[in-house]
């Protein structure tokens, strides 16, 4: 195989993915030719994927929107995440479960970690979804909002009536409590800012005005 065969090949098993095997099978090649194109179609593969992939998980304003993103407001308490299950006589493996009910991939290892070492990765729809299985209120398993340095303009908006309001409407909105629309509604921020967006805060709350109520309008469809 020539360097213009082997070229013409791996374009066309890049740009053709779900043909590959067949590209592969009829194409006439020794096995160091097909070893060389296999090792070089990874390495096509790996570089399309950094230049490709979705965003970090802080940086991603859908993964805020959805509650996604951990964060401050809504912190998972262990030791009352350890009372309130067994305050619903569930065990660590029941709480898994439901929540493995609900869509989420989680194991025993990961809920009992989270009673006794660390549940500062825990996102606020996580959390919500624990409420509702150990049928308890929000604000009984979170911790007090951690003190941390916002950038101005996300400080400036988390002060406004407006927030609350939003906040008011979003919990409503999504049948969620206040902490976890808190939440999602400055995760949503930090998720601009993190872009390299550069808004006011009345730009931030204009945007915040528009997502809930986009939302609002879509469950009134």
């Given at each position: 195989?020539?360097?213009?065969?082997?070229?013409?090949?791996?374009?066309?098993?890049?740009?053709?993915?779900?043909?590959?095997?067949?590209?592969?099978?009829?194409?006439?090649?020794?096995?160091p030719?097909?070893?060389?194109?296999a090792?070089?179609?990874?390495?096509?593969?790996?570089?399309?994927?950094?230049?490709?992939?979705a965003?970090?998980l802080e940086?991603?304003?859908?993964?805020?929107?959805?509650?996604?993103?951990?964060?401050?407001?809504?912190?998972?308490?262990?030791p009352?995440?350890?009372r309130?299950?067994k305050?619903?006589r569930?065990?660590v493996?029941?709480?898994?479960?439901?929540?493995?009910?609900?869509?989420?991939?989680?194991?025993r290892?990961?809920?009992?970690?989270?009673?006794?070492?660390?549940?500062?990765?825990?996102?606020p729809a996580?959390?919500?979804?624990?409420?509702?299985?150990?049928?308890?209120?929000?604000?009984?398993?979170?911790?007090?909002a951690?003190?941390?340095?916002?950038p101005?303009?996300?400080?400036v908006?988390?002060?406004?009536?407006?927030?609350?309001?939003?906040?008011n409407?979003?919990?409503e909105?999504?049948q969620?409590?206040r902490?976890?629309?808190?939440?999602?509604?400055?995760?949503?921020?930090?998720?601009?800012?993190?872009?390299?967006e550069?808004?006011?805060?009345?730009?931030?709350?204009?945007?915040?005005?528009?997502?809930?109520?986009?939302?609002?309008?879509?469950?009134?469809e």
């Amino acid at each position: 195989m020539d360097e213009d065969e082997r070229d013409r090949l791996l374009s066309e098993l890049i740009e053709r993915p779900e043909e590959r095997e067949r590209i592969l099978r009829t194409a006439e090649l020794s096995g160091p030719d097909r070893d060389e194109l296999a090792s070089l179609l990874q390495t096509a593969s790996a570089l399309w994927l950094s230049a490709w992939s979705a965003p970090r998980l802080e940086d991603d304003a859908v993964a805020a929107m959805l509650g996604l993103v951990p964060d401050r407001e809504c912190r998972l308490d262990s030791p009352a995440l350890s009372r309130a299950r067994k305050r619903a006589r569930l065990s660590v493996s029941d709480v898994a479960a439901r929540l493995r009910e609900r869509g989420w991939d989680f194991e025993r290892s990961d809920v009992f970690r989270w009673e006794t070492r660390t549940a500062i990765d825990v996102p606020p729809a996580v959390v919500q979804a624990i409420a509702e299985i150990l049928v308890t209120p929000v604000d009984r398993l979170i911790s007090p909002a951690i003190s941390q340095s916002l950038p101005e303009p996300i400080s400036v908006a988390r002060e406004h009536p407006k927030f609350e309001q939003l906040v008011n409407r979003w919990a409503e909105a999504r049948q969620v409590s206040r902490a976890v629309a808190a939440a999602t509604l400055e995760s949503r921020m930090l998720a601009t800012v993190h872009r390299g967006e550069r808004p006011d805060s009345e730009q931030l709350l204009r945007s915040l005005d528009a997502l809930v109520a986009s939302v609002e309008g879509a469950d009134e469809e």
